[in-house]
């Protein structure tokens, strides 16, 4: 799962197989592609450091993009100063309390809280409120 979260309460995401150590630069650039999709104004979207993250493969398009997605690198083993991250914890918390069987199941089950998430713009907006979260907000 890849998700993007913004001050405004707006939640963009894609579901894709496998942990997120077994996705790879393609597989966020197909993302980053996604998200820019319709956009009028730039994104600045912060991201840990994962190497993919930093990967040539994903600067390229990055800036081919010219100024739409501007990356900002998190600190190594900072997971809170990232806002998205509480989707992640939303969607491990809801989809915990579900009983599955298959893989198909998990994966309507995610789907079903991110949609959900979705149409909860206060929810997104509330992530920003965290103290470690604050300075994505400005």
């Known amino acids: ?3 993007a979260v913004s001050a405004q309460g707006d939640l963009r995401f894609m579901v894709h197989e496998g942990t997120a150590t077994a996705a790879t630069a393609a597989t966020f650039c197909a993302f980053l592609e996604r998200l820019v999709t ?3 104004r730039p994104i600045f ?3 840990d ?3 993919i993250h930093r990967a040539k493969k994903v600067q390229r398009p990055v800036v081919q993009l010219d100024g739409k997605l501007k990356l900002f690198l998190l600190p190594p ?3 809170q100063l990232n806002p998205d991250e509480w989707v992640l914890n939303n969607v ?3 989809v915990a309390k579900t009983f599955i069987t298959t893989r198909e199941q998990l994966i309507a089950s995610a789907r079903s809280v991110l949609h959900s998430l979705q149409r909860t713009q206060s929810k997104i907006i509330g992530f920003f409120r965290d103290p470690d979260c604050h300075y ?3």
């Open 45 to 47: 979207l912060v991201v």
């Open 77 to 79: 083993y900072s997971p």
């Open 38 to 40: 319709g956009m009028e």
């Open 49 to 51: 450091g994962h190497r």
């Open 1 to 3: 799962m890849l998700s």
């Open 136 to 138: 994505a907000a400005a």
């Open 92 to 94: 491990k918390q809801r």
